[in-house]
């Protein structure tokens, strides 16, 4: 099996630095896109970042030159630097990865969750 065990989110003020990590395990062939999405209460879950695996990343227009996505494809890691956090930040963070799994035949790609993380911003 697959998963996606995700860390670093907690308590900060406003203007304060967090990190969030996200690593996979379990059998599989290679990890296509990887990104963080973010869903505050009473709002749908959106996409905060994401990166392909040669290392083209794209951001949400509100948090491109605060947020800084990247990853090891080697340790099969994603992280999120998160910089100037600001209290419209508050949300859970999930990490997401497209992963090609073997199957009965070949191998297939399917979309993965983390299990998300609080990120709290708040004087």
């Known amino acids: 099996q697959v998963q996606l065990v995700e860390s670093g989110g907690g308590l900060v003020q406003p203007g304060g630095s967090l990190r969030l990590s996200c690593v996979a395990s379990?059998?599989?062939?290679?990890?296509?896109?990887m990104g963080w999405y973010r869903q505050a209460p009473g709002k749908q879950r959106e996409l905060v970042a994401s990166?392909?695996?040669?290392?083209?990343?794209t951001y949400l227009d509100v948090v491109a030159g605060r947020f800084t996505i990247s990853r090891d494809n080697a340790k099969s890691a994603v992280y999120l630097q998160m910089n100037d956090l600001k209290p419209e930040d508050t949300a859970v963070y999930y990490c997401?990865?497209?992963?090609?799994?073997?199957?009965?035949?070949?191998?297939?790609?399917?979309?993965?969750w983390g299990q998300g993380t609080q990120v709290t911003v708040s004087s």
């Open positions: 379990g059998n599989f062939f290679s990890i296509n896109a």
């Open positions: 990166i392909l695996s040669g290392g083209t990343a």
């Open positions: 997401h990865a497209g992963i090609v799994v073997p199957t009965t035949t070949s191998a297939s790609e399917y979309d993965y």
